[in-house]
């Protein structure tokens, strides 16, 4: 009896498990849903994502159509403009000058703007950021909503995706399309290394908010 491949989307979960649950174990987010944090440190992560967000749809916009990267492309789900909604609401009109990127968010936004020449790479950091938003990050809007009483328009709208609707259908549709990929098997496995290295870049992220745990426990 022969055995059929598993489909893509099943070898590239698979192959990134560990890195994926690396990532949630991070300090930072267990003090943050602890509710340990002032509205200010949650901020922080926020401006984080502001910066890495930017990157990657600005490269999305690039690649809308690319054969490879196209496929992803979906302008509903573009975080900037909810990301100035939380921004503005976190830390009012002139939010622009209280944030700047680490130098982990600097070598993250640095590989994700690379991608632009490198469309599988492309696919790599988009799978890496919006599965996990669409996925574990549902779990931590609502747990901010708790912990600060944000609601909508501002606060926790990063993790809101009203315009695509169902999330289980979209993330269904989004594996049909991972294991229809117009690539071939090496360039497969290239995608799954970069997934791990982004996966590592996001963690790196994540370790540097340490420091505003420490500075908020010590205060």
Do not use: C
């Not at 503005?88 to 209280?98: D, H, K, L």
């Not at 700047?100 to 994700?112: D, G, H, Q, W």
């Not at 695509?164 to 290394?193: C, M, T, V, W």
């Amino acid at each position: 009896m022969i055995m059929s491949e598993p489909p893509f989307s099943e070898v590239l979960r698979n192959a990134t498990w560990s890195n994926h649950e690396s990532a949630e174990d991070e300090g930072y987010l267990k003090v943050l849903m602890e509710g340990r944090l002032s509205r200010e440190a949650y901020g922080e992560m926020v401006a984080q994502h502001y910066f890495a967000y930017v990157a990657l749809d600005t490269v999305s916009e690039t690649l809308a159509e690319d054969p490879v990267a196209g496929p992803f492309v979906f302008p509903a789900l573009y975080r900037e403009p909810a990301l100035v909604r939380d921004l503005e609401t976190i830390y009012g009109a002139e939010w622009r000058s209280r944030i700047e990127p680490s130098e982990p968010t600097r070598r993250l936004v640095a590989r994700i703007e690379q991608t632009a020449a490198w469309p599988g790479g492309y696919v790599a950091h988009h799978y890496t950021r919006y599965m996990g938003d669409l996925s574990g990050g549902q779990f931590i809007r609502m747990e901010l909503q708790k912990i600060y009483g944000y609601q909508r328009d501002g606060g926790v709208d990063f993790y809101l995706f009203d315009e695509i609707g169902s999330l289980p259908r979209f993330k269904n549709e989004y594996r049909a399309r991972l294991d229809a990929l117009a690539a071939d098997e090496a360039e497969k496995q290239r995608i799954i290394e970069e997934t791990r290295l982004a996966y590592r870049l996001n963690t790196e992220v994540l370790a540097d908010l340490g420091r505003v745990v420490r500075a908020e426990l010590a205060a």
